[in-house]
Structure formats: structure tokens, C-alpha cells
């Protein structure tokens, strides 16, 4: 039977999260609850038939959008899902934020995304895992820290993520070498790392923009609807904190019609990402924050 290219896309990344599956011990898979990182939680469910036999990791700044904890929430018991989140509850507590005006964007996302990230893998700061009995977050008794991270980043979304591998080494603070990283030609992949080694796994990194929004038409996938027209002429295109993030200028009200929208060429020439204030405070790109740990 011929493949089309979604086919292949989903084939190839299923192949990515079975082999870091089989490949890696204490694997946990980021979900930012963004359009990008439910596909990948959806071709998580393919990979492993219906069970997603690996723990979904939330960074929560205090500043999303309330929607998306709800969401996140419901899809986690909807589909019993092992979900915990992290934060820094320092930082917070302490007001240090761009919010409350002491920080500038970039060093507020370092502190409540980058930071929390790292120490959320590391299990040194507290995690907080979903109770499916309950429905309540409750302190993570489990400290053991992950050493492999699965992530939906794009390799079209913005600039830094183009230069991303398969299979992504970071040292053992998190931190990119961006110049040294094993080539991956004619899809073989280095899954051989020195211990101490951190990797970052990108199963959607051939995916564009346009390839997401189809699939997720396709297989009916259920997406927050801050992505959808409400009325007022506007939609996220991008989803993150509330303070930095901004709604484009779009009546798409349903996935068919995101998926006409951008087939009219509408945002060809307009950056996925520029609804989101950080990214120009870092020269129009995150290769600053990236290089640090930020996703």
C-alpha cells in the first residue's frame, strides 16, 4: 500500500520513540501542552499501542494560560497518563518575574522555564505527580533523575531548533554544544553516548507547521481551542505564558479551516513564534536561552 508523507512522518517517528524507548533508561517526555507536543504525546500512544509507558513532564511558570492546565489536567485522566509538573517556587515567592517588573523576558524565562527544567529533571527540586485516583497533584516521592528527555520541537519552527539532532546530546548541566553534535545521515542515528551524557529527542524535527495542523485533522486529535477563532477575529498560532504571548490576526475557527489558512500562504513570510515577546528580546531567535537548557 503506498504511504503518503504524513504516513512516513508518522512512521519515522515512531521509529524515533521505540528506539529511545529501547535505547534509554529514565526517559521522561515533555508536554507543554502546545499543538506540537499533543501530536507527539498522540504518536506516543501509536508507538507503544495505546499506553504511553513514559512520564509526562510539565513545566509550569504560574503564568499560562489557566485554560491549558485544565486541559492538560483532563487529557492527562481522560488518557491515564504518569504527569507530573515542576517549578520554582523561589523565584516565584521571591516575585522575581518579568511580571512584577524585576527581570527583564529572557532572564524570567531562564529562571521559571530553564531553571525549573533542569532542576525538575534532575529530581533536586520538588516534582508533583497527578493522582489518577484523586485527580490531585501530589509530592513526588520519586527523585530519580531523567536523563533523557523527549521533546516536539520543529526543525522549521524557529531558527536554533533547524540545527537540533534526532537524538540531541547536552552535558550534564543541560547546556548545547551546538558545533558538536553526531551527524545523521541516511537516518542513521547515534544512540551511543558517553554516561553523563543528557540527551534531548526530537521525533518531530522533519515535521513543519502546516504537516501538524493536517494530522492532527486527520487523526482528530483533541487540541485546546485557544488555537481556534472565539469571536474576535483572533487565535493563538503559538501558545505560551500569558504576559509574552500574543493572538494573531485569524477567523480560522476549527482545525479544516487552520489547515486552508495556512495553505493560502498567509503566514509564509511571518515567523511561527512571533507572538512570542522572548524571542525578539534574544535576537529573534532562542539559540541564547536554548544553549542554556530552555526547550
Request: aromatic share 10%.
Amino acid at each position: 500500500m503506498q504511504q503518503d508523507h504524513l504516513d512516513q512522518l508518522e512512521n519515522q517517528s515512531v521509529y524515533i520513540l521505540r528506539e529511545a524507548y529501547a535505547n534509554f533508561k529514565s526517559l521522561a517526555m515533555l508536554w507543554s501542552i502546545g499543538k506540537d507536543s499533543t501530536v507527539l504525546l498522540w504518536l506516543a500512544r501509536k508507538a507503544f499501542f495505546g499506553h504511553v509507558p513514559i512520564t509526562l513532564v510539565h513545566i509550569d511558570t504560574s503564568y499560562k494560560i489557566p485554560a491549558m492546565i485544565t486541559y492538560r489536567d483532563k487529557l492527562a485522566m481522560d488518557w491515564n497518563l504518569t504527569m507530573v509538573y515542576g517549578q520554582n517556587k523561589e523565584a516565584l515567592a521571591r516575585g522575581e518575574t518579568f511580571p512584577n517588573g524585576k527581570i527583564t523576558r529572557l532572564q524570567c524565562c531562564k529562571a521559571l522555564k530553564t531553571d525549573a527544567l533542569r532542576n525538575t529533571l534532575s529530581g533536586e527540586w520538588p516534582r508533583y505527580r497527578l493522582n489518577l485516583q484523586t485527580g490531585k497533584y501530589e509530592l513526588d516521592k520519586n527523585k530519580e533523575p531523567y536523563t533523557g528527555v523527549i521533546v516536539g520541537a520543529r526543525a522549521d519552527e524557529e531558527g536554533s531548533r533547524s540545527k537540533e539532532r534526532y537524538f540531541s546530546p547536552r552535558d550534564k548541566n543541560n547546556e548545547w554544544d551546538v558545533g558538536d553534535q553526531p551527524p545523521e545521515l541516511w537516518n542513521q542515528f547515534k544512540t551511543d553516548f558517553a554516561p553523563g551524557t543528557h540527551l534531548r529527542i526530537h521525533p518531530l524535527l522533519d515535521w513543519t507547521e502546516l504537516n501538524i495542523w493536517e494530522y492532527i485533522e486527520r487523526e482528530n486529535i483533541p487540541i485546546i481551542d485557544l488555537y481556534f477563532d472565539q469571536g474576535n477575529g483572533k487565535r493563538y498560532r503559538s501558545l505560551g505564558c500569558y504576559p509574552c504571548t500574543t493572538p494573531v490576526e485569524s477567523t480560522a475557527k476549527n482545525v479544516s479551516e487552520i489547515v486552508a489558512e495556512l495553505k493560502t500562504g498567509k503566514f509564509v513570510n511571518i515567523a511561527e513564534r512571533s507572538g512570542r515577546a522572548q524571542d525578539k528580546e534574544d535576537g529573534g531567535g532562542l539559540e541564547t536561552l536554548r544553549r542554556d537548557g530552555y526547550m
